[in-house]
C-alpha cells in the first residue's frame, strides 16, 4: 500500500517542485530523480505483487471530498479556457457534467462509502509498468528537446515549469486511474487526464494549438457525461462504488447492466480516440513531441482500452447470453473497434508526415485492442494484452525518434529522411527498430495480431476477419515505404547526429531496450502474468465448454524470442566501427552535381534521381475516407445507445 501511495503522491510533489523551479540545471535534477524514483517504485511494485491480485480496504472521507474539489478546479479551469477562448460548448459540457457530479455524490451517493478502495491485478501490473518506465523515460526525454524547443522560440514566454509541472500531474493521474476500485476516484483522475491533456496540447497557445485543444476537451467531455451516468445507473440500481462488485453483477447478469457498460464503453472509445472521436488525437500533433508521445503510449489513450479490457468478461458474457439486447454494448465495442483499424491503417498511407502516419497507426491499432476488448474471449483478452504493451513501447521509441530527427534535419516528413541510415546512423536504427516492431515478424506486435486473428476465427466473427485482412494490409505497405526510406544507403554524407542531447539518447535507448525486452521475454510474461491473470478473470465463467488456450505454444513464442534477439544483434553490429571510405555516387549516366544527384542520361538530357514513395492521395486520402468511418462508427454508437434505452424503464 506504500508503494500504491508513493507513486500516486510522489509525482504531485514532483509537479509542485517542477512549478516552483526557474533554473535549467535544477530542473534536470528534479525530472532525473523523480523518474528514476517513480520507475523504481513502478518495478518495486511488481515485484511485491507478482503473479496475483490484491485488494485494499482503504475508504476515506477526505478523499471523496479532495475529489470534490478536484470537480470543482477541473470545471474551474475548463470554464477560464472556455470563457477565454470563447468556447461555448466546452463551458456547457463542462458546466453539466460538475452538476452531475455534485448531485450523483451528494444526493444519491453520499451514504454509500466503498471499503475497497485500491484493487491490483496483473494488468493493472503491466499498466503500472507502462506509465511508470515509459510516462518516467519521456519526460527525461522532454529535458532535452524542450531546450531546443525553447531555444526555436526564443521570443516566447519560458512555460517549462509549467509543461513539466503537467506531465508529471499526468503520471499521478494515470496511476490513480489503474489503482482505483472506488469509481468516483477512478472518474476524477480520468477527468484530470482530460485537463492535463487539454492544457499539454494548447500549450504554444496559438490559435491551431487551441483550436486542437478544445476539439480534445469537448469530445472528452461527451465521453466523460456518459461516465457520470454509468454511475447514476450502478449507484441507484446496483447500490455500490465498487468497479470490481461491479463487473461481478455484470458477469452474472449481463442483460441488468446494458445501458451502464454501453456509457462506459463509450467513455472508453473516445478517450482511445475511436472514431469518430479520432480527430482529437490527430490534432494533438501541434504540441511538442513529448507531449504526442505520452498521449500515444503510456497514458490517456491507454486509460481507455485499460476501462475497455477491464469490461471485457461482461462483453464475453453478454455475447453468450440468449437475450439479443445484452450483446449490445460488445457489438458496438466490436465494430466501431474494428472499423476504426481499418479505415486508419488506409488513412496512413496516404500520410508523409511521420507524426501524422504515427497518430493514424496509434489510433489504427488502439481500434484493433478495442476490438478485442469487444469480443471479450480469453484468446482476445490475451491479444490485447500484448498489443497495449508493445504499443506502448514501440510507439514512444518512435515518436521520441522524430523528434530528435526533426530537430536535426529540420523537418518531420519522411521524404526529407534519405539517408539517415547515414546522416544519422545511431538515430535511424532505433527508429527502424521501432518500425520492425510495429509490423514484422518475429517481433511481438505481429504476434499478438496472430493471436487477434486467432481469436475472431475461433469465434467467427467474419466482418472482423475481413476488417482485420484489410487493415493489415494497409499497415504492412504504410510502415514498409517508411522503413525503405531509412533504410536506403547510397555515399558518406556528413554524420548530423552531434549535438544529440544526452537525455534523449538515454531516453531513446531506455524504450529500445524495453521493446527488445518485451519481445525477447515475451513467453514468460505470457507464461508469468497474462495467462493467469486470464484463469483468474475467468476462472468463473464457463468458457463455451473449451479449456482456455493462448493461440500461440509457447515453443512457437521462444522461437520468435530468439529470432529477435537475433535481429537486434544485426541492426545494431559494427555501429560506429565502418572504416568505408567516401566516393561518388553511380547515378547510371555523366554526373552533373553528384551532391544534388543530377546525371546527364543517354539523351543528354539533365535529370535528378530521386527515390520518392507512393502516396495514393485519390485513393486512400482523409477527404474520400475519413468521413465514411466516421459515419459507420457514429451510426453504430448512436444505434448502440437507442437499443440500450430499451433496458431502462424496466430498471428504474
Known sequence: MAIIGFLI??????????????????RRVVVCVSAAAIVAASIALVAAYFGYAAAFEFSSVAIDYVCTGLSVVITACIVYYGIRYRNVWAVMLALVQFVAVIVLEYLFAHDIHEKIGIYLDP?????????????????????????????????????????????????????????????????TAWEVTTVCSFLLIGYTKTEEAMKNAFRQIIMNLLGGLAFVAAL????????????????????????????????????????????????????????????????????????????????APIFYCSASSASILAAIPSLMVILVGGVTFAFCSALAISQSNAKRVLAYSTVANLGLITACAGVGTPEAVWAAIFLVLFHAVAKSLLFLCVGTAEHHIGSRDIEDMDLLF???????????????????????????????????????QVALIILLAFGSAATFM?????????????????????????????????????????????????SYVVEPYLHYLFGGIALRGEAFTAGISSSNLWIASLAAAIIFIVLFAGLGTTKARKVDVYLAGVSVDNSGRTFRDSLSAERTATARNWYMEGVFGEEMIAPIGTICSALVIIIAFAVSAISLPGLI
Not at 519560458?158 to 486511474?177: G, I, K
Not at 442483460?255 to 480527430?279: I, S
Not at 533504410?487 to 531516453?507: C, D, F, I, K, M
Request: with cysteine; hydrophobic share 55%; proline share 5%.
Open 478 to 526: 504504410f510502415w514498409a515505404k517508411w522503413l525503405g526510406k531509412l533504410a536506403g544507403v547510397a555515399g558518406l554524407p556528413p554524420n548530423q547526429e552531434e549535438g544529440t542531447h544526452r537525455s534523449e539518447w538515454v531516453s531513446i535507448g531506455l524504450m529500445a531496450m524495453l521493446a527488445l525486452g518485451c519481445c525477447v521475454t515475451l513467453p514468460l510474461i505470457s
Open 422 to 460: 547515414e546522416r544519422m546512423p545511431r538515430l535511424a536504427r532505433f527508429m527502424m527498430l521501432g518500425i520492425m516492431c510495429m509490423f514484422i515478424a518475429p517481433f511481438g506486435m505481429l504476434i499478438a495480431k496472430w493471436a487477434t486473428l486467432v481469436s475472431f476465427v475461433d469465434t467467427h
Open 232 to 311: 447514476f445507473f450502478i449507484v441507484v440500481n446496483c447500490k455500490t462504488l465498487s468497479f470490481a462488485v461491479f463487473l461481478q453483477m455484470g458477469v452474472s447478469r449481463p442483460d441488468l447492466v446494458v445501458l451502464p457498460v454501453t456509457c462506459l464503453a463509450f467513455a472508453g472509445l473516445t478517450k482511445a480516440a475511436q472514431m469518430p472521436f479520432h480527430t482529437w488525437l490527430l490534432g494533438a500533433m501541434v504540441a511538442p513531441t513529448p507531449t504526442s508521445a505520452l498521449l500515444h503510449s503510456s497514458t490517456m489513450v491507454k486509460a481507455g482500452v485499460f476501462l475497455l479490457i477491464k469490461l
Open 9 to 26: 503522491l510522489f509525482p504531485l510533489v514532483s509537479a509542485a517542485a517542477l512549478l516552483c523551479i526557474r533554473h535549467n540545471l535544477a
Open 123 to 187: 494488468l493493472t501490473l503491466v499498466m503500472a509498468l507502462i506509465i511508470g518506465i515509459v510516462g518516467s523515460g519521456i519526460c527525461v526525454y522532454a529535458l532535452g528537446y524542450m531546450d531546443d524547443f525553447q531555444a526555436q522560440h526564443s521570443g516566447q514566454k519560458d512555460r517549462r515549469p509549467v509543461f513539466f509541472a503537467l506531465m508529471f500531474l499526468f503520471l499521478s493521474a494515470m496511476f490513480c486511474v489503474v489503482f482505483s476500485n472506488n469509481l468516483l476516484w477512478l472518474f
